[in-house]
């Protein structure tokens, strides 16, 4: 029998709380008539986790827990505004192991590693139901005596135990005003908000990594300094000689943070991919891209003979899930460029054709993303990943000044990009359409190169960034129109088939070339303002 996945959004507050503290009436708070009688409740939890708590460390949580009325397998995801998303299971007979229909969700975080037991936490709650005049239940308030076990890591280790108590505030038809109402009632009487979001980090918390150092804000710009009035020449000097005493980055260190801050991306794509968000696939082939691009760029500074293979792979990722999403998108377009016709253009049923297709297709994409991301492939492509951050194969040149060689990288990449924007100059018909496709890619790779630089550079590579999302907007509006084209072609043979009229795909073709040419044809207005934007950065070191 299938288990059966359950989904609800939790919002929720936490407070620590001394053992004196006593809950204080919350009757009359923001729309609430009564508080119902205390329920006593013991909960057990068993948490999953790598042994480098690959989990945790996304602020991703998977436990099993018996007791209380949601007993069973939980994954709490993050969400947005402080909420978090819980995925549900029953409890099945399985405790030593999680079952692979609750780990899927969260397979792209563990990669080709097991989840097990990393911690226990036994609770002793006491929940008051805060209730309308209707008798609807608001929110829940949770008086909690927690005991958590940091399980041992290895042979000979010590477990180790911790105990506390703390206070949970989690709406159920209550809303964000009835929350902070509450809120301030708690603390109005000794509770303290939580500095740890989750009993399981309370627990593990002394063998979480320390938080990497905030990269440094990029250097301020005249016109900005100026905004603020003018400074002495005292507090000139001052500002120069603070500046001085703080050492540049390295080329390693910007380069590094950039991969890392793309592989944190690739990760929350692949989460939302696996928990059907939208989006989700269309952000994780862009994380792989600007990978394969920075890998690409910053050959000097990262090895090849270590980044080359991990760009094959994920090309190869890019590729597998690119079908999906182009397909997707240029059905859509063709929908909406139906829907805007006039009745009279319309012959025969083509909208109920296009979307009739677009379910089909949806399905076999939706078939192809699973395959790709349960692949053991991809898996280790993961796990290559997160070894080369941890372990980066940095080359002599890493341990330069970062300047010199982000320039450097934007320098090479723009020619690149001028060898691409010659040769489509010079291509005709359909070579002119592929030509005009390599253009777009280079100037992507010259956009990823640039915003590593941004943190450096600021104003002119921010400037540089923005000149190539029109490039790409444009020229990637052209390509789009290859693959309605083909789609047009392909639906319109269907409905011939059928016996259907298929004037109304050709004309479809015919708008979506116009649509191309003009797109080209604005490239063009802007080529000259992107190759001084890519020479201005690349100047600068």
């Known amino acids: 029998m299938a288990r059966v996945t359950t989904e609800h959004v939790e919002v929720e507050r936490k407070f620590e709380a001394d053992e004196t503290f006593s809950l204080p009436d919350l009757t009359g708070v923001e729309g609430v008539a009564a508080v119902g009688d205390p329920e006593q409740q013991t909960l057990e939890a068993i948490y999953y986790d790598t042994p480098d708590l ?38 099945g007979r399985a405790a030593r192991t999680a079952p692979r229909t609750v780990v899927a969700p969260v397979l792209g975080l563990l990669g080709t590693a097991a989840a097990e037991p990393v911690a226990t936490v036994a609770t002793r709650r006491v929940a008051h139901r805060l ?26 280790e010590p477990a180790t135990v911790t105990s506390w108590r703390e206070v949970e505030v989690e709406l159920v038809d209550g809303d964000a005003t009835l929350l902070e109402a509450v809120t301030e009632r708690l603390t109005a009487v000794g509770a303290r908000p939580s500095a740890v979001p989750s009993k399981l980090g309370r627990v593990l918390e002394g063998r979480l990594p320390a938080a990497a150092e905030a990269a440094p804000e990029p250097a301020q710009e005249p016109a900005a300094a100026a905004e603020g009035g003018e400074q002495s020449k005292k507090g000139k000097a001052k500002k120069k000689k603070a500046k001085a005493e703080v050492p540049g980055r390295t080329a390693g260190e910007v380069v590094l943070g950039a991969v890392a801050g793309q592989l944190q991306a690739l990760r929350e794509a692949d989460l939302a991919v696996r928990s059907e968000q939208p989006e989700g696939v269309h952000d994780l082939r862009v994380a792989c891209r600007r990978l394969r691009s920075i890998f690409a760029a910053f050959r000097p500074v990262l090895a090849r003979e270590h980044t080359d293979p991990l760009r094959d792979e994920l090309r190869w990722v890019g590729a597998q ?30 909208a109920a054709r296009l979307q009739q297709t677009e379910v089909e297709d949806h399905e076999a994409g939706a078939r192809r993303v699973t395959r790709t991301l349960t692949d053991r492939r991809y898996l280790r492509l993961l796990d290559a990943l997160d070894g080369l951050v941890a372990d980066p194969p940095a080359t002599d040149l890493a341990a330069a000044p970062a300047p010199a060689q982000l320039a450097d990288a934007v320098r090479r990449t723009g020619k690149r990009l001028r060898r691409a924007v010659e040769a489509a100059r010079e291509a005709e018909g359909a070579d002119r359409h592929a030509a005009l496709h390599e253009v777009r890619k280079a100037t992507k790779r010259v956009r990823y190169t640039a915003e590593v630089a941004e943190c450096e550079f600021g104003a002119p590579a921010a400037a540089l960034v923005e000149c190539t999302k029109q490039v790409q907007d444009l020229l990637g509006a052209a390509q789009d129109t290859v693959v309605t084209r083909d789609v047009a072609v392909r639906v319109g043979r269907t409905a011939a088939a059928a016996g259907e009229n298929a004037w109304t795909y050709g004309r479809l073709h015919g708008l979506e070339e116009a649509r191309a040419e003009v797109a080209e044809a604005e490239f063009w207005t802007l080529e000259r303002g992107l190759r001084r934007a890519v020479k201005a950065v690349a100047s600068l070191a």
């Not at 947005?80 to 029953?90: F, I, M, S, T």
């Open 54 to 91: 690959r989990l945790l460390r996304s602020k991703v949580t998977l436990r099993r827990r018996t007791g209380g009325a949601d007993a069973g397998w939980h994954v709490k995801l993050p969400g947005v505004d402080g909420a978090r998303r819980e995925l549900h299971q029953p409890l």
């Open 131 to 156: 209730l309308d005049e209707a008798g609807r239940v608001l929110a829940e308030v949770a008086d909690d005596a927690v005991v958590g076990t940091a399980l041992a890591t290895g042979p000979g």
């Open 321 to 350: 899930l690119s079908g999906a999403r182009d397909t997707e998108v240029a059905l859509a377009h063709l929908r909406e460029l139906v829907a805007a016709q006039p009745p009279e253009l319309v012959l025969g049923p083509v």
